[in-house]
T-cell receptor
Framework: SQTIHQWPATLVQPVGSPLSLECTVE??????LYWYRQAAGRGLQLLFY??????ISSEVPQNLSASRPQDRQFILSSKKLLLSDSGFYLC???????????????FGSGTRLTVV | GENVEQHPSTLSVQEGDSAVIKCTYS??????FPWYKQELGKRPQLIID?????GEKKDQRIAVTLNKTAKHFSLHITETQPEDSAVYFC??????????????FGTGTRLTIIP
């Protein structure tokens, strides 16, 4: 069966420090991968998604970046964190096959980032 | 691109009563509509989904209806229980093609079940 791993679970970082969050998927090949951010009590904001190695689509211009160095690995990074980067970061994957319908996401357990 | 509106933003119902959450979408090409439940501090989890080739789908106490003409879909929870308290998100997606491999989420409904 497929599983998605996301770490760390919680992170407290000072303003101006770098960030690296990692997400890996097991039990599937060539998944679509996504990074979402959720501010406290708010909705799901899509940050980046990827349909293949090295293919990254950015949804929101900001000081974050994403990379997909391997088929089942998705990394979210920042060179210098801002206070506004605090939030709950969720990685997700979905099946990617030639079809007329998209498929639902499976979310990772999330990383709660607090920038201080 | 797709825009999904969700109502109400908060909903309180007595235990045992029914709850209905409604969403509208803008892109007539959208054909996949999942619903997610997010408990406090947890990840969103898919609870039910519907594709445009059906008008209704049911899974025990949960049902989803789709009106393609009006471009709206709804989540119905019957015989509500305390464990149904959570934030619910609807989403919509067009066919996967050239940058459409993503869901557009509604803003969420905080459902509270009153014992």
């Amino acid at each position: 069966s497929q599983t998605i791993h996301q770490w760390p679970a919680t992170l407290v970082q000072p303003v101006g420090s770098p960030l690296s969050l990692e997400c890996t998927v097991e039990g599937t090949s060539n998944p679509n991968l996504y990074w979402y951010r959720q501010a406290a009590g708010r909705g799901l904001q899509l940050l980046f998604y990827s349909v293949g190695i090295g293919q990254i689509s950015s949804e929101v211009p900001q000081n974050l970046s994403a990379s997909r160095p391997q088929d089942r690995q998705f990394i979210l990074s920042s060179k210098k964190l801002l206070l506004s980067d605090s939030g709950f970061y969720l990685c997700a994957w979905s099946v990617r096959i030639a079809a007329i319908f998209n498929y639902g996401y499976t979310f990772g357990s999330g990383t709660r980032l607090t920038v201080v | 691109g797709e825009n999904v509106e969700q109502h109400p933003s908060t909903l309180s119902v007595q235990e045992g009563d029914s709850a209905v959450i409604k969403c509208t979408y803008s892109d007539s090409a959208s054909n996949y509509f999942p619903w997610y439940k997010q408990e406090l501090g947890k990840r969103p989890q898919l609870i039910i989904d519907i594709r445009s080739n059906v008008g209704e789908k049911k899974d025990q106490r949960i049902a989803v209806t789709l009106n393609k003409t009006a471009k709206h879909f709804s989540l119905h929870i019957t015989e509500t229980q305390p464990e149904d308290s959570a934030v619910y998100f609807c989403a919509a997606s067009p066919p996967p093609n050239f940058g459409n491999e993503k869901l557009t989420f509604g803003t969420g409904t905080r459902l509270t079940i009153i014992p």
